[in-house]
């Protein structure tokens, strides 16, 4: 089992910057891919990005690509989401997520991804 802890959310203002922090534990693999997604309401949850633990390799999604930042420290198992300059549209819950099986084609597949956190709201004001 792999444990998955999110905090860093919170109310900002639009152009304004965040920092999610995943905290993993548990059983973890070197393979392991993590991977940041959210949902607003009404809304099916959808990719935000993602890292492999070993590689390095990192995928976004078009709507974040320039403006958000995935990073890992391995040596606390712990991976990042640095958002900058936010908009009223970013607002919803983070859940940060890990799979064994994500490789960089798959790795924005909500499906390959066996454990899950519970969640940090995240809001952006106009």
């Known amino acids: 089992q792999v444990q998955l802890v999110e905090s860093g959310g919170g109310l900002v203002q639009a152009g304004g910057s965040l920092r999610l922090s995943c905290e993993a534990s548990?059983?973890?693999?070197?393979?392991?891919?993590m991977g940041w997604f959210r949902q607003a309401p009404g809304k099916e949850r959808e990719f935000v990005a993602a890292i492999k633990w070993n590689t390095g390799d990192i995928r976004y999604s078009d709507s974040v690509k320039g403006r958000f930042t995935i990073s890992r420290d391995n040596g606390k198992n712990t991976v990042y989401l640095q958002m900058n300059s936010l908009k009223p549209e970013d607002t919803a819950v983070y859940y940060c997520?890990?799979?064994?099986?994500?490789?960089?084609?798959?790795?924005?597949?909500?499906?390959?991804?066996?454990?899950w956190g519970r969640g940090t709201q995240v809001t952006v004001s106009s």
């Open positions: 997520a890990a799979s064994s099986r994500a490789g960089i084609l798959s790795m924005h597949i909500r499906n390959v991804y066996d454990y």
């Open positions: 548990g059983r973890t693999f070197s393979s392991t891919s």
